[in-house]
C-alpha cells in the first residue's frame, strides 16, 4: 500500500491553501462547492464536515481547499493535512471516478515554438471558437483548463487557439521534465469532455469582437493592413503558437502597432520576425506608408 505525505502549499490567495501529495490522487479534476455536489466524492464530503471548508477542489495529485472568514488558515491548516494524510493511508475512497467508456478519444501532440520558454500543445479537435489568453490564474476564472493549468507551480501564461494550448514555463522547470505530464493532463482533461472555456465567456468574446467591430471604422490603409496580418501572417504565426493582432496605424509617422500572444508574447526571436518578416513584407505591399511595425507584448 502506498505511504502517502502531505505537504502544505501557501496560494496568491489566502483563503486558498494547496495540500501536496506524493503520490498521484486522480485522474480528473473535481470541484465542489458544498457536501451535496461532492457525492462521488467521500473525500470531499469528509472535508465538508469542517465547519470552515468553502470549496474542495481535487486534482492530479493535490488538494485545493478554500475557507470562510471564521478561521485562519495559520490556525487549522496542521490539523486538516493530518487528518487528510490518516485518511488516504486508511486506503479511503478519493473520488468514485467514471469509467473510461464516457472518454471521448482525444490525441495530444508537443510541438516546439520558437519561444523557448513555450511548448505547444496541439489537438486533433477543436477546443475553442476563438484565442484565449491568460497572464495568471485570476484571469482564468472563466476557463476550467486554464484555471487547472496554473494549479502546476511551472505553468506562467496559457494561451487558446483554436485547435491547441500554448504553455508559458518558469525557468524553475525543463520541458524535458514536465512536457509528458502536461500533454497527458490535457489529453485526459479534453476526453472528459470538460469545459476549456465558459460558454458564458465565449458568448461574451463573440459579442465584444461585435462591438468593436461596429464601433472601428477603420481608414482604406488600416484595413488593407489588417487584411494582409489575416491573410500572410496569422497562419504563420498561430503554427508557432501564438497570435498577432492589429493595433494602430499612425499615418504621420508610418507606424503600425500590433499586439502579440501566447508563444510570441516575450518571445526572444520575435524583434527579428517583426523587423525582417511583417515589417519588410507591408513595406513592399503598402510601399512608403509603412515605415516602422512595433509590438506590444499581450
Known sequence: ??????????????????LEANHFLVKGNYEYKNIDEA???PLAQQLFYLPFIKTVYIASNFIALERFDIVDWQDVKDDVAQQLVEYLNAGEPIVHEEQDQKKQPVSVYAEVTPNPSVMKFVCNKRIVPTVFEFKNIDEAKDSPLAKALFHFPFVKEVFFDENYV???KYEVADWEEINMQLREFIRDF????????SAEAIQKTKETATENQTQSQYDDTSQQIIDILEEYVKPAVASDGGNIMFQSYEEASGTVSVILQGACSGCPSSTFTLKNGIETMLKNMMGDKVREVVALNG
Open 39 to 41: 457525492k462521488n466524492s
Open 1 to 18: 500500500m502506498k505511504e502517502y505525505n502531505i505537504t502544505i502549499v501557501a496560494t496568491n490567495n489566502p483563503k486558498i491553501i494547496k
Open 166 to 168: 500554448s504553455v508559458t
Open 190 to 197: 479534453l476526453g472528459d469532455g470538460k469545459e476549456v472555456v
